[in-house]
């Protein structure tokens, strides 16, 4: 059995083929997906799509690229909302993302990351942190704001081994994705080499970042095995213990 801890079913790219998609990832072994939101609409979409596909769970917030649409005054209520439903596993996606000089303002960034932080150690959900370009404001963030019984993950991590060491050392799990696999792909083999198994998650983000056969095409969850398949290489271990144990993991975060 597989999980992929990260994928974006909701995007546009996905219009009028989610049914297909589905069929694909259970032939591809897979029997968790989980589906963040971004803002309101794609935590609303998140919602829809796990009611209609059993294996589909979703994750609900904000976007830092999206932050500036979180009303203080209204999103929080719904969070909260939102997260009396079953298949609500975590809050997410969240974090900081520093790559575009004209994207949303850090400290804007900062301060709906941590109100969304704050709604995690409230309702006691697990966070899916996006971190882009922003490690030591992340890290120090996460340190000083999450509950560390609440937990969470670190979603396609690209930090180094020194960060992923104060991550794990926080009771953090990192979740691991298709540019494991690509021929220039540095940080991420020795992180992979260097992390235990029972504290890794593996993940698509699609339809984005797909894997070496398929890079270049548009992704999809059912190539979450070619991820698995590069950290068993790396690791050298069977495959199976990599789908199992990342399978483990996944419940196990998120509560399942």
Not at 100 to 127: C, H, S
Not at 133 to 157: E, I, Q, R, T, W
Not at 158 to 184: C, H, Q, R, W
Not at 221 to 244: N, T
Request: glycine share 8%; aromatic share 8%.
């Amino acid at each position: 059995m597989l999980a992929d801890s990260h994928a974006h079913l909701d995007d546009e790219r996905f219009e009028n083929e989610v049914d297909t998609i589905i069929e694909n990832a259970r032939e591809a072994g897979i029997g968790f997906i989980l589906n963040p939101g971004t803002e309101e609409s794609t935590s609303v979409r998140a919602i829809e799509l796990s009611q209609t596909y059993d294996i589909v769970y979703a994750g609900v917030g904000f976007h830092p690229s999206d932050c500036a649409s979180f009303d203080k005054n209204k999103h929080p209520k719904m969070i909260r909302k939102w997260c009396e439903q079953d298949k609500v596993l975590a809050i997410g996606e969240i974090g900081l993302d520093y790559y575009y000089d004209d994207g949303a303002p850090r400290d804007l960034q900062k301060k709906v990351f941590e109100e969304q932080i704050g709604l995690a150690n409230e309702l006691k959900k697990p966070i899916i942190v996006h971190d882009r370009d922003a490690h030591g404001d992340c890290l120090d963030m996460v340190k000083s704001c999450l509950d560390p019984n609440v937990g969470g993950v670190f979603h396609s991590y690209s930090g180094s081994v020194e960060m992923a060491k104060i991550l794990l050392d926080f009771g953090l799990y990192l979740s691991i994705g298709g540019p494991l696999t690509f021929k220039n792909s540095r940080k991420a083999p020795d992180v992979v080499k260097y992390m235990p198994l029972d504290r890794l998650l593996i993940e698509t983000d699609s339809p984005y970042l797909t894997p070496v056969p398929y890079r270049g095409r548009r992704n999809e969850p059912a190539y979450v095995r070619f991820v698995a398949e590069k950290v068993a290489e790396i690791k050298e271990i069977p495959v199976e213990e990599v789908q199992e144990t990342t399978f483990e993991n996944c419940q196990r975060l998120f509560g399942v």
